[in-house]
Every structure is written in structure tokens, then in C-alpha cells.
């Protein structure tokens, strides 16, 4: 049974130390199950489990961002339709796509670790970090176009440009330049994940390091999910007009 | 020593019926914000990504095939984020009622 392991613990006297010769009955455990879980269903749920109570710490930490966002542009909303219409639509759009792409190849890596196949958890783990990157690249070639531009904010921000400008500015750098953060993160992550997969670590019995590093990812692209409409398309139907409210 | 519940894996065909969601989602997304809704611009906006974020979350993080506990957790984050959100609102919309000094 579950705490076949751990029977005759309880009755040792007080004070005695198990040592190395403890009488643990281990030959049926799976190497990867620590010792601490009853069996790898209860390892992979803890793990799941514990991810997401820190992508919450996570929701809250963007969500702060979020809120000054929503109190500035409920503030300033001309000046921020009209700041917005500088993103390049194009770039942002793109990126959505490729960390939609980057998403679905992360969750078929997931899939092919549940069902032991190494060669295609090996490819979908390479391609993710390859999308992972050209979003990376994107975002590099964005922010140089700003600094040509002169719109990031500080002493070279445009003057001919209201200063509730600067603020939108400053919070699409901040915003972005976290989100551009953790996605840095999550590709190192998914390249120690790749050199586990190559050593072939996961298998249909252990997969959760392959799962939870997948959930990290995929926050990471629900960030940007709103990022996108909420930066880049602000002030997309005024910019017929040029002019905004 | 399973406790006897089996770990269902997303078959292909839905990891990619949602992939083209989101895909169209998103193409939608910019076409809606090119059209003048007025006042209806933002919540369209961020109905769609609500709409998207939810795909992600139930279809590719798996969060259907999960505890009960881990589905409450995650809602209980997106539910505090809603929190701050209203109770910070909540002050700064109201601040104007009063008229008087120091409010």
C-alpha cells in the first residue's frame, strides 16, 4: 500500500537515527518518484499544483501593471489612442501568432512525453524554442525602431509629443520588456528540459518537469494575448483620422 | 499503488482545432479594432482575449484533466486579479461624487 514505505518509522525510540541501514522498502519505486510522495499521481499532481500557485503570484505581479495601465488610459484616453497608433501593428500581430505557434508545438511536446516518444518530444521542444526566439528577434527589431523614433521615454523622448505620451510609452516598455523577460526564461528553461528529453528522462510514467515547464510557457503567451489588442490596437480606427478624440 | 484515475492526453486533433481558433481569434482581434464600435472598441477586445486566454488555459494547460483543487486555484487568481481591479477602480471612479475638500 501507499505507506508500505514508511511502516516501523514510528515505533523507533526517540532519539535514534535511521542511518544508512534504514528498512525502507524501495524495490518497486520508480527512481524519478521522491521520497517525500506516495506514488508518481501524487508527485505530478503536487507539481502542477505548486506551478500554479506560482503563476498566480505571476497573474498578480503582471496584473499590477495592468491596473496602472487601466488607471492611466482612463486618464489620458487621446493621448494614449493616439501613442498606441505609433506600435507597429504588424510586428505585434506577427508575434501573437508565433507564440500561438510556439504554444501549440509546446503542448504537443507535452503529449509526446505522456505517450514516450522521445523523437517527437526532442523536435516539438526545438521548435518551441525556435518560435520562442523569433519573437525575441521581433521584439529586438520593435524596440530599435523606438529609439530611432525617439519614443522611449526619458531626456530624447519626442518633444513635439504631450508628455501623457511618455506614460503609455513607459508602461509598453515596462510591460513588454518583462514579458520579453520571462520568455528568456522560458527558453532556458526548455533548452535544460531539451537536454533531459535528449538523455531520455521522460517517459508515460514521468513527465511532470516536461508539463510544468510547458504551463510557465504557456502563461507567458497569455500575457501577451492581452498585451497585443491592449498596446498595439488601442487606437487602430483612429488612425484614419489621424485624430483622436 | 495508482490511485486509479488514468492521465488523459489532448489528442492531436484538439491541440489543433484550437491552435486555428486562435489563430482566426487573433486576425478577428485587428479587424475588430479597425472598426469604430464607439464605446464598444475595448470590451470586444478584451472579450477576444478573454475568449483566447480561456482556450489556452483549458485545452493546452490542460486545466480540464486536472483536481478540482488546481481548477480553484486558477480561478481564485483570475478572481483576485478582478478584485484589485474593481476595488482600485472602485476609488479612483468615485473620488469626483464628493465635493468636498480632501477627498
Known amino acids: ?245 | 499503488m495508482s490511485k486509479g484515475h488514468t492521465h488523459v492526453i489532448t489528442p492531436v486533433s484538439t491541440l489543433f482545432i484550437v491552435f486555428g481558433t486562435l489563430f482566426v481569434l487573433t486576425i478577428l482581434t485587428v479587424l475588430a479594432a479597425k472598426q469604430d464600435f464607439g464605446a464598444l472598441n475595448t470590451p470586444i477586445a478584451l472579450g477576444i482575449a478573454v475568449l483566447k486566454a480561456s482556450l489556452v488555459v483549458i485545452y493546452f494547460m490542460a486545466v480540464r484533466y486536472n483536481t478540482p483543487l488546481t481548477k480553484v486555484v486558477v480561478l481564485a487568481g483570475f478572481f483576485w486579479l478582478l478584485i484589485m481591479f474593481g476595488l482600485t477602480m472602485g476609488d479612483y471612479l468615485s473620488r469626483s461624487l464628493l465635493g468636498v475638500p480632501g477627498r
Open chain 1, 1 to 245: 500500500m501507499a505507506n508500505s514505505h514508511t511502516s516501523g518509522e514510528g515505533v523507533l525510540p526517540a532519539g535514534q537515527m535511521t542511518g544508512g541501514a534504514a528498512p525502507h522498502v524501495h524495490e518497486h519505486h520508480d527512481p524519478n518518484l521522491q521520497h517525500h510522495f506516495y506514488d508518481m499521481d501524487q508527485q505530478l499532481e503536487a507539481s502542477t499544483l505548486g506551478m500554479w500557485v506560482f503563476l498566480v503570484t505571476e497573474i498578480m505581479f503582471f496584473g499590477g501593471l495592468f491596473m496602472a495601465y487601466i488607471l492611466y488610459r482612463h486618464w489620458y484616453p487621446g493621448d494614449w489612442a493616439a501613442a498606441s497608433n505609433h506600435l507597429n501593428v504588424w510586428m505585434g500581430g506577427g508575434n501573437t501568432l508565433v507564440l500561438i505557434c510556439s504554444s501549440v508545438t509546446m503542448a504537443w511536446a507535452v503529449r509526446c512525453a505522456q505517450l514516450g516518444k522521445r523523437k517527437g518530444l526532442i523536435v516539438n521542444l526545438i521548435v518551441t524554442i525556435l518560435f520562442g526566439t523569433t519573437f525575441l528577434v521581433v521584439k529586438y527589431f520593435e524596440y530599435a525602431e523606438k529609439f530611432e523614433h525617439h519614443l522611449v521615454p526619458g531626456p530624447h523622448f519626442d518633444p513635439a509629443l504631450p508628455q501623457q505620451q511618455q506614460l503609455f510609452f513607459s508602461l509598453y516598455f515596462i510591460m513588454t520588456g518583462i514579458h520579453a523577460a520571462h520568455m528568456v526564461v522560458g527558453i532556458g528553461i526548455m533548452l535544460i528540459i531539451l537536454a533531459m528529453s535528449w538523455r531520455g528522462k521522460f517517459g508515460p510514467k514521468y513527465y511532470g518537469p516536461v508539463e510544468v515547464s510547458g504551463l510557465y510557457w504557456h502563461f507567458v503567451d497569455i500575457v501577451w494575448i492581452f498585451l497585443f489588442p491592449l498596446l498595439y490596437l488601442l487606437g487602430a480606427h483612429f488612425s484614419a483620422g489621424g485624430a483622436a478624440h
